[in-house]
């Protein structure tokens, strides 16, 4: 069965990387697939979240990295994917998860979403955080690969 992890990944956290492994072990393939969201302004281009994506899931063999641009059941069907991953961390995200979840299952009744818990370690983990903490120069080690983590390094020097 095929399986699409969507977001912004702006950029990719450990978080998300512990849903990636998680759900690749479950699926026999995992497309892990960037999406603007029209909502937030971004950091790194989708080019560059691409680019850090490979980079840490090189070494698991059933996940491929994607974009898309419309709609994600649209996108879900193209592909094949008949489940949509989506991590969950606290009651916060619930809502407009749940939201998300009920509209695309109106849109497209055969594809069902998948709702992983996140490791407890990363619970309060979000890339609009570790942007932050990394604006100011804050150590995002131990939160995010190390690839992002030299990334948001550079992101920032090159600004300041
Ligand atoms: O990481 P994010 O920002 O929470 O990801 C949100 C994302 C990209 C998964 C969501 O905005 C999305 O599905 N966008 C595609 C457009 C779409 O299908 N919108 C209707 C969803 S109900």
């Known amino acids: 069965m095929k399986a699409i992890y969507p977001g ?5 956290t450990n978080g998300h990387l512990d849903i990636i492994e998680r759900a690749a072990n479950l699926f026999d393939e995992l497309v892990v ?6 909502d937030k302004k971004a950091l790194f281009t989708v080019e560059e979240r691409l680019e850090m994506l490979r980079e840490v899931c090189k070494e698991i063999p059933n996940v491929t990295v994607d974009s898309f641009t419309g709609l994600l059941v649209r996108y879900a069907a193209e592909q094949n994917a008949s489940v949509i991953i989506k991590g969950l961390r606290a009651l916060s995200d619930f809502e407009f998860e749940f ?3 009920l509209m695309n299952r109106r849109l497209d009744s055969g594809i069902e979403t998948v709702f992983m818990m996140t490791n407890a370690e990363y619970s309060y ?3 609009s955080i570790v942007k932050e903490v990394a604006s100011f120069g804050g150590s995002v080690s131990g939160l995010v690969p190390k690839v992002v983590e030299e990334r948001l390094i550079s992101k920032f020097s090159i600004r300041s």
């Open 8 to 12: 912004s990944f702006d950029p990719v």
């Open 33 to 38: 697939a960037v999406a603007p969201n029209i």
């Open 99 to 101: 939201e998300m979840a």
């Open 125 to 127: 983990l979000s890339s």
